[in-house]
């Protein structure tokens, strides 16, 4: 079946950098564009950053545009999101998606992972 599985989440001061990773399995993972999503309790699934299946093309929320880096590893079944210059504002719940296109819209993806929890604080 269908796994995608984030990690490298946890808490941080505002100012600091996290490396996300999410491992994909049981897909084709060189034809799928791939996304991240956030998500706080009380709020709806945001859009974050996604990258198209063979990386010629890459999309960010303008809040995280400048501090926000997606990317992929299509030998190892990779996608990564650098986050760099984190503030208060990031702290959610992290998910990893796979889908036909990197639209920002989760309609877009069928494939979901677990999420990772990023916190930060000052």
């Known amino acids: 079946q269908v796994r995608l599985v984030e990690s490298g989440g946890g808490s941080v001061q505002a100012g600091d950098s996290l490396n996300l990773a999410c491992a994909a399995s049981g897909l084709t993972f060189r034809l799928y564009a791939m996304a991240w999503f956030r998500q706080s309790p009380g709020k709806e699934r945001e859009f974050v950053a996604s990258?198209?299946?063979?990386?010629?093309?890459?999309t960010y929320a303008d809040s995280v545009k400048g501090r926000f880096a997606i990317s992929r590893d299509n030998v190892q079944n990779m996608v990564y999101l650098q986050m760099n210059s984190l503030k208060i504002e990031d702290t959610a719940n992290y998910f990893c998606?796979?889908?036909?296109?990197?639209?920002?819209?989760?309609?877009?993806?069928?494939?979901w992972g677990q999420g990772t929890q990023v916190t930060v604080s000052s």
């Open positions: 998606a796979a889908g036909m296109a990197a639209y920002t819209s989760p309609q877009s993806y069928g494939h």
């Open positions: 990258i198209t299946w063979n990386a010629d093309s890459t």
